[in-house]
């Protein structure tokens, strides 16, 4: 008599999709107060929608200014459209349904959903490749472990960090398929889509890429995956430069899918190709050539664009002394407090020694092969932890495969023990601690490191500034350009009617370097900057992060002066709505030398 199949094996995308929509269903009811208030706390996911305005608007697709800060010139944001296109979407969608307000706001509440199912399906994949094909419901239980990752797929993060996510997830799912030509496509494509998008996650698909040209020196059968993977990482990238980069990113810049990068990518998938063509029967001669292909794209990189081997964002040094070093989560892991390091942290050391371990219970299966990748890619992402803590949400992500294996083993054995506590309760310990859940539990139980008085503060008047409540109530002023700071710039537009200065976005390096000086100079030095951005008021929050940076550096300037209540004379105080967090000036350039 034949055995019937698991449901959750031959049905299991249809339980997959279903789990999916319980998931979103959850998050959407659980984050229901930040979409009904619009509450894009991230000053990326304030710009993102604005970006999607503009072009719903009537703006080209390839002009991706934003001319509603800094005006008339608009600041230069050096993303792609490829991720407005669902939110776009889901927009002209819902609004014949829900009206334009609520459409938007659904829509945003809706779109980061969207790369976790993309997500959720790769890593169901890569799980029933190498561990099990039953396995994959532990895939979608441990991404709840991942606080970082997750994070990046709540309702209202809509900028890009998901999307690239998503295809970090299937470029492992490619890494894992047994079948060369699919593998190598997905690895190529995933690649080719999460560099259209940015070049946040460029040192995973280099890795990626690295993987893949090991697997074929090791084993020259790889011939085919090397091929497909060279020449649709190539092609991928030519179609998305084409299809999606911006008028400014043909320039030559290196913080871009620009021709420079292209060019690499191009060169890359080529070379690749090439050398599967070759295809020596020899090991070490295979090696060779691959280290010499390696260092002649380097070599070439290196001497047509010097300026790339620096930072990418080809920032002023001032303007990386006084606000891009100082980015949070561009820090190294250890520079953080313990509350932060160990939620991040342990799950990928979890993941890591998974996959180890899954590594050695394979040597003498053909799926040792993807375990080993994987391993190396696992250990790559706990490595960039050190070099910025933005790294946490990939690595994270990574490290399921490999805790999910060590799962596949522990938590059966602790099922067929005799104890029912054992059974019952070192199961469920088990679970939580291989998928990291308990962490962020004991962190928060055991107080590990909390958060001063001061901290608090700051992070309760981000919050309350930002606030829709707030920001609207300025609307009553009819519309004006507002001096207010760095990071409040992008939530001042999408809340209202009024312009901006800036927004923290590198290529605009004189606009920001213009709000710094002009809150730590002295009072005439703010009011010459605000002329010559035509700012007709003064907006602050106090206690806002930014400006403790402002009194820290510069005591008895300016902002300084307004924290201390010496107001200049031409500075004329405009009454907000009681118990605003916010305060506004009118600023008065009568008697003002002329420049």
Not at 106 to 131: C, D, E, H, Q, Y
Not at 249 to 271: E, F, H, K, Q
Not at 332 to 357: A, D, E, H, K, N
């Amino acid at each position: 008599m034949p055995v019937r199949p698991h449901p959750l094996d031959s049905h299991w995308r249809r339980w997959l999709f279903l789990a999916w929509v319980a998931i979103a269903a959850w998050f959407l009811w659980d984050r229901w107060n930040a979409v009904h208030w619009l509450a894009l706390s991230d000053t990326d996911d304030n710009m993102r929608l604005m970006q999607v305005r503009a072009w719903l608007g009537g703006q080209g697709w390839y002009d991706l200014r934003q001319y509603r800060l800094n005006p008339p010139g608009g600041l230069d944001i050096h993303w792609s459209r490829l991720v407005d296109l669902p939110i776009a979407g889901l927009i002209l969608l819902l609004k014949p349904l829900a009206g334009p307000v609520w459409a938007e706001r659904l829509a945003v509440g809706i779109a980061p959903l969207l790369p976790m199912g993309v997500a959720l399906a790769a890593l169901a994949v890569t799980v029933r490749r190498l561990v099990a094909p039953v396995a994959w419901p532990l895939a979608v239980l441990f991404l709840f472990g991942c606080s970082s990752t997750l994070l990046m797929f709540m309702p209202e993060r809509i900028d890009h960090h998901g999307w690239q996510l998503a295809c970090l997830a299937w470029t492992v799912a490619g890494l894992a398929d047994p079948k060369q030509a699919r593998g190598g496509m997905v690895v190529g494509l995933s690649s080719a889509f999460s560099l259209t998008i940015g070049l946040e996650l460029l040192p995973y698909c280099a890795m990626a890429g690295a993987i893949v040209g090991l697997r074929w020196v090791w084993d020259r059968a790889e011939a085919r995956r090397l091929t497909v993977y060279g020449a649709t990482l190539a092609g991928g990238s030519a179609v998305g430069f084409v299809a999606f980069a911006s008028n400014a990113n043909y320039a030559m810049r290196c913080d871009a899918l620009t021709p420079i990068w292209l060019s690499a990518v191009v060169a890359g998938g080529a070379l690749l190709v090439l050398l599967a063509w070759i295809a020596p029967a020899n090991r070490i001669v295979r090696l060779v050539l691959t280290l010499l292909a390696g260092g002649v794209l380097a070599g070439a990189f290196a001497a047509l664009f010097p300026q790339c081997l620096q930072r990418p964002e080809g920032v002023s040094d001032e303007l990386a002394r006084t606000w891009l070093n100082n980015v949070r989560e561009a820090k190294p892991l250890y520079s953080m407090p313990w509350r932060t390091i160990l939620p991040i942290i342990t799950g990928p050391i979890i993941g890591l020694l998974g996959t180890l371990f899954a590594t050695w219970r394979a040597r003498r299966t053909a799926t040792i092969v993807p375990w080993a990748a994987i391993t190396l890619f696992t250990a790559f992402a706990v490595a960039m932890l050190f070099w910025q803590i933005r790294s946490g949400p990939a690595a994270q992500l990574l490290a399921v495969p490999g805790a999910v294996a060590l799962a596949w083993v522990v938590l059966p054995w602790l099922l067929s023990r005799n104890s029912r506590v054992v059974r019952i309760l070192g199961t469920a310990a088990a679970v939580l601690v291989l998928s990291s859940m308990a962490v962020g539990f004991l962190v928060q139980k055991l107080r590990i490191d909390p958060p001063d008085n001061r901290t608090k503060t700051v992070l309760r008047a981000g919050s309350r500034c930002a606030s829709l409540p707030a920001l609207q109530a300025l609307n009553r002023i009819p519309a004006a350009v507002m001096f207010t700071h760095v990071d409040l710039g992008p939530r001042l537009i999408v809340a209202t009617h009024h312009d901006g200065i800036t927004g923290p976005y590198h290529r605009n390096g004189d606009a920001i370097l213009d709000v710094h000086h002009a809150f730590q100079g002295d009072p005439e030095n703010f009011r010459a900057i605000a002329a010559l951005h035509h700012a007709t008021y003064l907006l602050t929050c106090p206690n806002m992060a930014e400006t403790t940076n402002y009194r820290a550096r510069s005591p008895g300037g300016f902002y300084d002066l307004l924290a201390h209540n010496k107001v200049p004379a031409w500075l004329t105080p405009v009454a907000l709505p009681k118990g605003s967090p916010l305060r506004l000036w009118r600023i008065d350039y009568t008697g003002m030398a002329p420049k």
